[in-house]
C-alpha cells in the first residue's frame, strides 16, 4: 500500500510524507515521541507534510511568520498564520493529502522568541479528511511540473497543540514555560542538511535517466549522410552528438558517487552529533549546501542538453525529458535555493581560509586550501594523468577562494561593514565556492574510480569517464586555469585533444554505461529511451492515445473553426 501511494499521481502527493516528514519525526523527535508518531508515519497510519516555507519566507527561515506561543496556563502551544504572508505555501501534500504536517514556527514562551522550531500539528480529521478546526487547507495550483504532487498552503487560525507536539529532541520547554537551549541552533535545521545531502541522488539519477533516454535514442535514430552516397548514420557516430551527451553521462556517474561520499560523510557525522560532537556539523552543512546546489544546476542544464540532443520527438512528453527537466528545476530551488546555498559554502570558505592564514591546518573537503601553492609552476604537464587533472582543479579552486576572501578583505579595509563587503563580493565568492565544489565533485571520482571494486577492463572504463569530465570541465572554464599560468595555452589544447580521444573511447561503451544505471522502462517512462529500441511503433502508438484523437473531428471545430471558415468564405 505504502508504496503504491508512494506512485499515485493525480493530486495525491505523499514524497513528502517520505523524505521530509517522516525523516523529521527521526531526526527532531524524542524517544517518546518517536513511540507515538515514528511507526504511524513509517505504516502510512497518518501522511505528513512538511510545513516551513511560506508565501513571504523560503530562504530565510529566522523570517518566517507564523508563531508558536506557549501558554502554561494549558500547557499548550497555540499555532498562528498573524498575515497573508505567514501563510504556509507550497509544501508538498499539504493541499489535499497530508493529514498532519510538521509546522516550523517562531517560539515564543514567557513573551521571548526563541527562534524557528518544529511543531507536530494535526491538520485533517482521521474520520472524513475535513480540516480541522482553525486550519485552511488548499492547493497552490498548477507549477512547471508535477502537477500530480498538491503543493499546498495552510493558515491556522490560533489552532491550540499540547505542549508534548513540539519535537523537542534538541531543545524543549518545560511544563512552566521554562525554555531549554539545544547543543546548537541549527540542529532544527538537520533535516534540511539531510533533504540537501539526498538531493545530489536525485540529481544523479535524473541524469541518469536522461543521458540513458538520449543515448539509447541516439543510437535508433539514423540522420543526414556523413559521407554522399553512405547510408544516414546513427546520430551518435556525429562528434558534436558524443561533445553533448558524454560529458552528461560522466556527470551522472560523478554526481552518484558523489552521492556516496555525501551519504557516508552524513552518517558518520550524524553519528558523533548523537554522541554531542558537533565539531563535523559545519562542515556538512557546507558540503550538502554546495553538492545539492552544484549537482541539481549541472542535471538541470544537462538534461535539456539531453532534450536538444534527440530533436523534435525530445520536445514531446513522449520522451520523458520535459517531466525530468521540471523535475530537475525545482531540485534547484526546493530545499535551499541553489544562490543561497552556495553561498552558504561560500561562507564556510572564507572561514576556513581566516583559520589557514592564521596558520590552522584545514582538514576534510577544504584540507588542499592550506596545501596548495599560491604561485604556479608553469610547466608540461601530462594531461591525461587523473592526479595532474585534480591537482589543476584544487589549484582552480584555491585561486579563487583566496581572490574572493582577499577581495572582501580588501572591502573592509577600505571601510566597508563586513556585510556590505559580503555583498559586494558575493558573485565571486559564488565562483569560488562552485570551483570548490567541481574540485571535490573531480577529486571524489578520481579516488573512487582507483579504488572501486571492478574488474579491471571496468576500471579502465570509469577512468576514461572520469579523464572525460575533468577534461571538459577544464575546457569549459579554461580561463580559471589559464589566470595565474598554472596551465598553459598548450595545456588547454592538449585538454581539448584528449578530450576527443575520450570522446571516440567512450563511444563503443556508452550504451553499456547508461544500461549499466539498471533503469526499469517503467521508471523512464520514455518511448526514446525504451530497452527494447522499439521507438518509432511505440511513438506512432504513444499518440494515437493523446486525447485529441479521441474523436476525428474535434468538437473545436464545430464552436470555431467551421464559423470562422464560413463567415471568411461569405467575404469572398
Ligand atoms: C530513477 C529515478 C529517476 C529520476 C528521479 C529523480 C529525479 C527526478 C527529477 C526531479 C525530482 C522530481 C520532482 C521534483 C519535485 C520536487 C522536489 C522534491 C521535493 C521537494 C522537497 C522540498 C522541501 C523544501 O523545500 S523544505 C524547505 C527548505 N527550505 C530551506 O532550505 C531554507 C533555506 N534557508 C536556510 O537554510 C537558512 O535560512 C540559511 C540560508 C542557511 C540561513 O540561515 P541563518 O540565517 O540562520 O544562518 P546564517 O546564514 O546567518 O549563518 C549562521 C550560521 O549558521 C550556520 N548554518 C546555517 N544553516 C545551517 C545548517 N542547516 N546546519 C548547520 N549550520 C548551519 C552557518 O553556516 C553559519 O555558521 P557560522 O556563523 O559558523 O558561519
Ligand atoms: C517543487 C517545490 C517543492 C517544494 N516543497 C516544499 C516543502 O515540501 N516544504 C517546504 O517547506 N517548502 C517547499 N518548497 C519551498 C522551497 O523550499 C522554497 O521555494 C525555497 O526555499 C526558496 O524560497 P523562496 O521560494 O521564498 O524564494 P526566495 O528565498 O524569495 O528567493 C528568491 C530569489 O532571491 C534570492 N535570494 C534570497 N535570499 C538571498 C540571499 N541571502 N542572497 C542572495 N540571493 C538571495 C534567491 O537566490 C532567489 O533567486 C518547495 C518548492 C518547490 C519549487
Not at 27 to 48: M, Y
Not at 177 to 186: D, N, R
Not at 436 to 456: L, M, W
Request: charged content about 20%.
Amino acid at each position: 500500500m505504502a508504496a503504491a501511494l508512494q506512485t499515485l499521481g493525480g493530486g495525491i502527493g505523499i514524497t513528502l510524507h517520505w523524505i521530509a516528514f517522516t525523516p523529521t519525526i527521526e531526526q527532531q523527535a524524542t524517544e517518546e515521541q518517536k513511540k507515538k508518531w515514528l511507526k504511524l508515519a513509517q505504516d502510512v497510519a497518518i501522511v505528513g507534510a512538511y510545513a516551513q516555507t511560506e508565501m513571504g519566507h523560503g530562504t530565510f527561515v529566522r523570517g518566517l511568520e507564523t508563531t508558536a506561543t506557549y501558554d502554561p496556563s494549558t500547557q499548550e502551544f497555540v499555532i498562528n498564520s498573524p498575515t497573508l504572508t505567514s501563510t504556509k505555501w507550497w509544501p508538498g501534500g499539504l493541499g489535499k493529502t497530508a493529514n498532519h504536517a510538521t509546522v516550523m514556527a517562531q517560539l515564543y514562551t514567557r513573551g521571548k522568541c526563541y527562534g524557528p522550531h518544529n511543531f507536530m500539528v494535526q491538520i485533517r480529521s482521521l474520520e472524513n479528511h475535513q480540516p480541522c478546526p482553525g486550519v485552511t487547507l488548499g492547493d497552490i495550483g498548477p507549477k512547471m511540473e508535477s502537477n500530480g504532487n498538491d503543493n499546498g498552503f495552510a493558515r491556522f487560525d490560533h489552532v491550540r497543540i499540547p505542549r508534548e507536539n513540539m519535537l523537542m529532541k534538541f531543545a524543549r520547554v518545560e511544563a512552566d514555560g521554562t525554555y531549554v537551549q539545544p547543543p546548537s541552533s541549527k540542529l532544527a535545521y538537520s533535516n534540511m542538511v539531510y533533504l540537501r545531502g539526498t538531493f545530489v541522488m536525485s540529481a544523479a539519477q535524473a541524469l541518469a535517466s536522461a543521458t540513458t533516454i538520449a543515448v539509447r535514442y541516439s543510437c535508433v535514430r539514423r540522420q543526414s549522410e556523413m559521407k554522399p552516397g553512405e547510408p544516414e548514420p546513427q546520430i551518435l557516430e556525429y562528434q558534436t552528438q558524443q561533445y553533448k551527451l558524454f560529458p552528461q553521462l560522466a556527470a551522472a556517474y560523478a554526481f552518484w558517487f558523489a552521492s556516496w561520499f555525501m551519504t557516508q560523510q552524513h552518517g558518520s557525522i550524524t553519528g558523533s552529533m548523537e554522541k554531542g560532537d558537533m565539531s563535523g556539523l559545519a562542515e556538512l552543512h557546507a558540503l550538502s549546501a554546495g553538492l545539492k546546489s552544484y549537482t541539481t544546476a549541472v542535471t538541470a542544464r544537462g538534461i535539456d542538453v539531453c532534450r536538444m540532443a534527440c530533436g523534435g520527438h525530445g520536445y514531446s512528453h513522449a520522451s520523458g525529458l520535459p517531466a525530468l527537466f521540471g523535475g530537475a528545476a525545482a531540485l534547484c530551488t526546493a530545499e535551499g535555493e541553489n544562490t543561497v546555498m552556495m553561498l552558504q559554502t561560500a561562507r564556510y570558505l572564507v572561514k576556513c581560509f581566516a583559520q589557514s592564514q592564521a596558520g590552522k591546518r584545514l582538514t576534510g573537503t577544504v584540507a588542499y586550501l592550506s596545501a596548495v601553492q599560491p604561485s604556479p609552476v608553469a610547466g608540461n604537464r601530462n594531461m591525461s594523468d587523473l592526479g595532474t587533472l585534480v591537482a589543476a582543479f584544487q589549484h582552480r579552486a584555491a585561486r579563487m577562494v583566496r581572490h574572493a576572501a582577499m577581495q572582501m578583505q580588501g572591502e573592509m579595509q577600505k571601510g566597508k561593514a563586513r556585510e556590505d563587503a559580503w555583498n559586494s563580493c558575493s558573485v565571486l565568492l559564488i565562483k569560488a565556492a562552485e570551483a570548490h565544489v567541481h574540485s571535490f565533485v573531480v577529486r571524489n571520482f578520481a579516488e573512487t574510480v582507483q579504488t572501486v571494486e571492478v574488474d579491471e577492463s571496468v576500471r579502465a572504463v570509469l577512468t576514461s569517464l572520469c579523464q572525460l569530465y575533468s577534461l571538459y570541465g577544464i575546457t569549459e572554464h579554461a580561463g580559471d586555469f589559464l589566470k595565474d599560468g598554472y596551465l598553459t595555452g598548450r595545456d588547454i589544447d592538449a585538454a581539448s585533444s584528449h578530450l576527443s580521444a575520450m570522446l571516440a573511447r567512450v563511444r563503443p561503451d556508452a550504451v553499456a554505461l547508461v544500461d549499466a544505471f539498471d533503469l526499469h522502462d517503467k521508471i523512464l517512462r520514455s518511448v526514446l529511451g525504451r530497452y527494447d529500441g522499439r521507438v518509432y511503433e511505440h511513438l506512432y502508438e504513444w499518440a494515437k492515445k493523446s486525447p485529441l484523437n479521441k474523436s476525428e473531428v474535434h468538437e473545436s471545430y464545430y464552436k470555431y473553426l467551421q464559423p470562422f471558415l464560413k463567415s471568411n468564405r461569405a467575404k469572398l
